[in-house]
């Protein structure tokens, strides 16, 4: 069908219309979200504040490396846009962990910003029942305990199911040196009437804070001094389906580091500093998010990496991958000024933090969906993580979800052995976050299995099943299914090379996996044991209260899932065992 | 909840000053009452004279009543305060065993009742039994020793060092490329984990929690007719086992629980290893006798010394009849003092293999974990591919959380990101 693209990013209003789900959010999570669920079949409405801005990368320049790549590859096996884009965008490649065995091998590549922005839009484009409009939510429209539609300021939108995939935006709030701005990004409003209604439907919410560097003019840095870092030799994609089209030229990124002087300066600043004057009250990670962080935490450090990353083939923005800061001005100023190779070189927009609403995600199930409202879905920051493809995978979950509520399909769930997405949603909903989560590989403790070279073996068949996988994609795997087939019999002719290796590597690692597998089973074992709803926990004999607290607050529904709440006990898990067996 | 009335001693084995029997159930009240004659007051001691069905005397007795649910167990529970004999316990025993209903209770039973009922949690439930069952010094000590958190402490101390072998491995996955990481990528987490697993191998090897307090596994064991039972009663001081100078007397194990100077023993008689006896009983004994001598920790051989089996104590056990040549002690039953002599050979045995050399002992499923991880750990360290070697790590730090209650992944992170200064 045609759904022209003038006709949607028009920015036309649809006045009391109903949609199966609507996206709140045009990033990572809000536009996968609204792909997968209307890959499911729904008819979807995506909201954003600046259709203009769809797709675009707020942070650092570049997609993938270790445990994100797991996260882009999965995604890619599900039919997301995540991969393409990074290959329609991809200026430089690196395959991190390339000396090490494939389960961590970590591909990332340097995303042409325009270029990615254009190929996540191009990708919404292709689905017909997708529509995309320009304009602020200030509510939620709650009736019978559920979610019935959206308000924006003009205009109310019916929908069984919304995605809230607000990133920073829910209640942002900028800072740099003594400044302070409301805003999810730079010169971009926040979502403040939407921040307020949740608090008062009484969800648990608290802040966090991220931060990202000063961007630099490339043509004043002194390139020559500094050491290069070229792109692979070797080609490789993301994406799993086979490209028609060219990659981009490829560029090199550069390395420099801070050192003493620089140091100097960030201990002189750190007065003005938000993070250490105490302006900021969200939580912050224990890894170093700012520089001042580390110059603060690691003083010991005669100096710390800055990757010079461009941004763009026609853009001379280089992104200072390594100094994010929220120093005020001046002091950016004199920092860059003291790092070499950039003594001369000119700010285009200097780095700050932004504080944000996030809501506990225990308060929500594995599918990403609130307990306590039905039809109302999160992904990305919101839910506490930090990173473009954790935002990613999660908005193809709640997706992939909220269709799923629309349409009475059956949800759509990977438990932690199927892939990192499996772990990453239930480390959010089980535990819940003190800093904002970024995917390791050493979360995974099916590391060995979970491979970013086989994801599509894993989750491909499951994604189709789910109705989840697009046509183009289905028939691709297909025909690699059955060059699996052929290699795994040892006829390697005319099987793709990235399959020759993959069944390569899963002979090597055959042994350790088949001990994961009895690991695998009696968690899938745990898994058919239920646990009583919160409510009814008091009737469980033997919990004491600080146990009952625990599994209030993460709501696990599953003796497995239970085992994974922090701080509770064996003795409790016995206590639900027996009273699982009592009322069984 | 259960429908039948369980009893049991709950302190200890006898011989001990007063044994508490305990019996819980829907029918504890009706027992009590078929002994007592009348109940006391809930919650209040009495003395009771306890009769059997005839009448006849057979202690005179503290009586406890708690109805339920507000019991140890949740249920009706009755408590005998019985003076300590072995005759009057097993007489209170018989008289309970014969009313409708009442069955002995298997081994935990109380305390599954109790967990089931949600009187206790798993942790109490195992801290709680052990106390009461600590009879010995050394035993105390155990019990001390894990509740002040010695073994805790010692738990705690290998899972930082196990952290922070995880978090340079890795850190230098899943920061591949980072400064702060490449100047800790070499195998310096070798010499930390093989010194834990060193200290563990030697925990392992320490006496357990279970053998402590069970004591030392002393079996008796010759030919027929050696004079095994004749001694084991004259170590007991006791007629235990039926003692006949025909050869075969003995056709099942005997067992007595006893304590000497401070270490306690698990004293077994077992049935004559004769060959190709034709008796099945008698067969069956010594088949019992085999499996019981291979798990002892000391063996009383009365035999041919030559035919002794490896590590045996050579106990010439008839010195009266002068036929001990070759043997490690002489003892002569008729001789107390020379029963005192094997005494203190067992007790310089028996110290050995109790002794702790730290204050820390494992229980036996700790132990199986434990062992698990000096096993694990002793693989990583050999290990050229590094994930396979994380992957074994990663399970002994599973392995030891699990025995810690703490999160092995957030340990580690901790570790990781308090040492390496990572993050873009």
């Known amino acids: ?584 | 909840m259960g429908a039948e009335t369980i009893f049991a001693v709950s302190s200890g084995s006898p011989p001990a000053a007063i044994a508490v029997m305990r019996v819980s159930g829907p029918r504890a009240m009706a027992a009590a009452a078929a002994l007592t004659g009348r109940l006391p007051s809930p919650r209040f001691a009495s003395l009771r004279t306890l009769r059997d069905r005839d009448g006849a005397p057979l202690d005179r007795a503290l009586v406890l009543v708690f109805p339920g649910p507000d019991s140890a167990t949740g249920e009706d529970l009755v408590e005998l305060h019985l003076h300590g004999g072995r005759a009057v316990v097993a007489a209170v025993a018989d008289a309970l065993a014969r009313l409708d209903g009442l069955r002995l209770a298997l081994p935990g039973e109380f305390t599954r009742r109790a967990l089931t009922n949600g009187r206790i949690d798993l942790t109490q439930a195992e801290g709680l039994a052990d106390l009461l069952e600590a009879e010995t010094e050394s035993q105390r000590r155990a019990a001390l020793a894990a509740s002040e958190g010695a073994l805790g402490a010692a738990l705690s101390r290998w899972m930082r060092a196990l952290s922070d072998a995880a978090a340079l491995i890795e850190a230098s996955i899943d920061y591949d490329g980072e400064e702060d990481v490449i100047a800790g990528r070499d195998d310096a987490w070798h010499a930390a984990v093989a010194l834990v697993r060193d200290q563990m191998a030697a925990l392992v090897a320490q006496p357990t929690v279970e053998r402590l307090r069970d004591g030392l596994l002393v079996v008796l064991a010759g030919p027929p007719n050696a004079g095994k039972s004749s001694l084991f009663n004259a170590m007991l001081g006791r007629e235990a086992a039926i003692v006949t100078p025909l050869a075969g007397t003995t056709r099942d194990v005997i067992e007595a629980s006893v304590t000497r100077a401070g270490i306690p023993y698990r004293l077994c008689d077992t049935a004559g290893l004769a060959e190709g006896t034709t008796d099945v009983v008698e067969q069956i004994g010594i088949e019992r006798a085999r499996t019981l001598a291979g798990r002892a920790d000391i063996i009383l051989w009365l035999g041919d010394p030559d035919r002794a089996p490896v590590g045996a104590m050579r106990v010439g056990a008839k010195a009266d009849l002068g036929e001990t040549s070759g043997c490690d002690v002489e003892v002569s039953v008729f001789r107390a003092e020379s029963i005192d002599v094997l005494w203190e050979l067992l007790a310089e045995r028996g110290r050995r293999s109790l002794t702790l050399t730290s204050d820390i002992a494992l229980r036996e499923g700790q132990l199986m974990a434990v062992s698990q991880m000096v096993h694990l750990l002793a693989h990583s360290i050999q290990q050229a591919d590094l994930l396979v070697a994380a992957e074994q790590l990663r399970v002994a730090r599973q392995l030891l959380g699990g025995l810690l209650g703490q999160d092995a992944t957030e340990a580690m992170l901790d570790a990781l990101f308090g040492r390496f200064c990572l993050g873009k």
């Open chain 1, 1 to 584: 069908m045609r759904c022209s693209a003038a006709s949607v990013l028009a920015s036309e209003l649809f006045h009391v219309k109903h949609y199966d789900v609507v996206v709140v959010g045009g990033g990572h999570a809000g536009t996968e979200a609204a792909a997968a669920a209307a890959r499911r079949g729904a008819a979807v409405l995506l909201i954003t504040q600046r259709i203009d801005q769809i797709g675009v990368m707020s942070c650092n320049p570049s997609i993938g490396g270790v445990g994100k790549g797991h996260l882009v590859r999965e995604v890619d096996a599900l039919d997301g846009l995540m991969a393409r884009a990074a290959d329609d965008a991809a200026i430089h490649h690196r395959m991190l962990n390339r000396s090490k065995g494939l389960a961590v091998q970590g591909p990332r590549i340097q995303a042409d910003r325009r270029l990615y922005r254009s190929s996540i839009q191009a990708q919404l484009r292709t689905y017909p029942t997708l529509r995309v409009i320009e304009d602020e939510v200030v509510g939620l429209d709650i009736g019978s305990g559920r979610v019935r539609g959206v308000h924006t300021e003009g205009a109310t939108f019916e929908t069984t199911a919304v995605v809230l995939a607000t990133g920073t935006f829910l209640g942002g709030r900028l800072f740099r040196g003594t400044e302070r701005l409301d805003g999810g990004r730079i010169d971009e409003a926040p979502s403040k009437h939407l921040s307020d209604q949740l608090r008062s439907l009484g969800l648990p919410i608290a802040r966090l804070k991220t931060g990202t560097p000063p961007r630099l003019d490339g043509r004043t840095i002194d390139w020559a001094r500094l050491e290069r870092q070229p792109s692979d030799a070797e080609t490789w994609q993301m994406s799993f389906l086979p490209r028609e089209t060219l990659s981009p030229p490829q560029l090199a990124c550069a390395i420099t580091r801070t050192g003493e002087l620089s140091h100097d300066i960030i201990r002189a600043g750190l007065t003005d500093s938000p993070l250490f004057a105490g302006a900021i009250t969200g939580g912050g990670p224990r890894y170093c998010p700012s520089i001042e962080d580390k110059v603060h935490r690691f003083g010991d450090r005669d100096g710390h990496q800055v990757f010079l990353e461009p941004e763009g083939l026609d853009d001379h923005t280089v992104y200072p991958n390594g100094i994010s800061t929220s120093l005020s001005r001046e002091t950016q100023d004199r920092l860059i000024a003291s790092i070499a190779g950039l003594e001369q070189t000119e700010i285009i927009t200097y780095g700050y933090a932004v504080e944000y609403d996030y809501l506990d995600p225990r308060s929500l199930d594995h599918r990403l969906a609130l307990h306590v409202l039905p039809g109302l879905f999160c992904a990305g920051q919101i839910n506490g993580s930090t990173g473009y493809e954790e935002a990613a995978a999660q908005g193809l979950v709640a997706g992939a979800n909220a269709a799923a509520h629309a349409l009475s399909l059956d949800p759509f769930l990977l438990d932690r052995a199927a892939g990192y997405i499996g772990v990453m949603v239930d480390d959010l909903v089980l535990q819940g976050v003190s800093e904002p989560y970024r995917m390791l590989t050493a979360r995974a403790e099916y590391r060995l299995a979970l491979r970013p070279d086989n994801a599509e073996s894993r989750l491909t068949g499951r994604g189709v099943q789910a109705e989840l996988v697009r046509e183009l994609r289905r028939g691709s795997y297909r025909r690699r299914q059955e060059m699996r087939a052929r290699a795994r019999d040892g006829q390697m002719e005319h099987v793709d090379a990235d399959i020759r290796r993959e069944v390569e590597e899963d002979a090597r690692y055959a042994p350790y996996l088949e001990r994961q597998a009895s690991e695998v089973a009696r968690m899938r074992t745990d898994g058919d044991i239920a646990v009583p709803p919160p409510e009814l926990l008091h009737a469980v004999p033997g919990l004491s209260t600080e146990m009952i607290e625990r599994l209030r607050a993460a709501r696990p529904k599953t003796l497995d899932q239970a085992s994974r709440v922090r701080g509770v006990t064996p003795a409790a898990l016995s206590a639900l065992w027996l009273h699982a067996r009592k009322t069984a």
